[in-house]
């Protein structure tokens, strides 16, 4: 008996030291690094995946020689979709490591976007590690035309890439997580990078920026990320544009400078502190206050001080007028609103969406001269 039991734990030990070892290798796991979801027009949906071809010669790094590999799978649902996925993919699928989900603007704009979205995340990894990208056309397309440009590794161009981008208020700081979150939430819009790809013509001439931005130098890149996407109720309804979405990233309390142009001088301009978002309540009427305060080390005369204040106040309005046209509260004034409502059944019965849509816009900007 002791005997038997002692074979056991040896050939227990074998499976650890040879079979379970060998599926995890490195060359036998398929890491996505890049996910991206069409909708088929006979209602399919397609998941295309870009994994990192693992060099020959043993190099673990991803993608030796910047080579990568598009892997396909569909199916009527995200279970379906998934699993042909898992098969059409010659090695294990591994999730753990991706870096963007990328899905189409005609799926995004689709009635029960929101539900497939939820579905989604709840797949291991998905949720917590991926940017949320929108794209025009096919997000096959946008995938596939994805590269390295400054000639490091394709994952660690992707964060760079966003974060720099994120960082100048060109695109939002938009994680899956964050955007189902506020699918969900009854007092919150999400939002999502922006992507398209440029033409040939385009591609051949492209800036390392997007439009709006600084100039910088020619590159062949393919894919853009700029400005943001606007959901409403789970579904995309528009988008804003880099400048637009620099300006919504400030509201939102991000730390941005921000370059203003007045009387024939650029000026740069670093917000002192989170904005001062406010819902007032005079009746039936709602007003939506934003109070925030600048600073700038450039000289600054008082007329060229009410000046600049005059232009952030009308662009930030105007960012305000933009989204109430489209129903989305990507600000948070929902949020700042809902402490009013002691039960959610009242703070739907009030009809938020719609008094939003109609409310007054007071942004008051503060310029301190250091």
């Known amino acids: 008996m002791r005997t038997t039991g002692l074979a056991l734990i040896l050939a227990l030990l074998m499976m650890a030291l040879t079979g379970c070892r060998v599926s995890g290798e490195l060359e036998n796991q398929a890491y996505v690094l890049v996910l991206g979801l069409d909708r088929e027009p006979g209602g399919a949906l397609n998941l295309t995946a870009k994994v990192p071809q693992i060099g020959k010669s043993g190099d673990s790094s991803e993608a030796s020689g910047g ?30 490591h991706i870096e963007m989900l990328v899905v189409s603007e005609t799926l995004a704009r689709q009635e029960g976007f929101a539900t497939l979205a939820n579905r989604v995340a709840e797949t291991p990894h998905l949720y917590t590690t991926a940017r949320f990208v929108v794209c025009e056309g096919r997000a096959r397309d946008f995938i596939d035309a994805q590269e390295t440009v400054i000639g490091t590794r394709l994952s660690s161009e992707i964060d760079a890439m966003l974060d720099h981008y994120a960082e100048h208020g060109y695109i939002p700081e938009a994680s899956f997580a964050d955007a189902c979150y506020a699918m969900s939430s009854f007092y919150a819009d999400p939002v999502a990078i922006h992507g398209s790809l440029a033409s040939e013509d385009q591609a051949a001439a492209a800036l390392t920026r997007p439009p ?35 300006l919504l990233s400030l509201i939102r309390g991000g730390r941005i400078a921000l370059p203003v142009e007045c009387s024939g001088k650029r000026y740069a301009l670093t917000p ?21 305060r600048f600073s700038t080390p450039d000289d600054l005369c008082d007329a060229d001080a009410r000046a600049l204040e005059a232009i952030l106040e009308a662009d930030m309005a105007g960012v305000i007028a933009a989204c109430q046209s489209l129903e989305t509260d990507p600000f948070g004034f ?17 009809r938020w969406d719609q008094r939003y849509a109609s409310a007054a816009v007071d942004v008051r900007i503060t310029i301190c001269r250091s």
């Not at 080579?67 to 591994?94: C, K, V």
């Not at 929902?334 to 009030?350: I, K, M, P, Q, Y």
């Open 212 to 246: 709006e931005m600084p100039s910088g130098e020619a590159s062949p890149m393919a894919q853009r990320y700029s400005g943001a996407v606007l959901f409403r109720s789970g579904r995309m309804v528009g988008t804003l544009s880099p400048a637009q979405t620099a």
């Open 272 to 292: 002192e502190g989170a904005p001062q978002r406010h819902v007032l309540f005079e009746d039936d009427r709602l007003t939506l206050r934003v109070d925030a």
């Open 67 to 96: 080579e990568y590999l598009l892997f396909t799978g569909s199916g009527d649902d995200w279970p379906q979709a998934l699993e042909a996925l898992e098969q059409a993919t010659p090695r294990q699928m591994n999730l753990s």
């Open 334 to 350: 929902a949020e700042a609103a809902s402490g009013r409502f002691s039960t959610l059944d009242e703070w739907r019965a009030w």
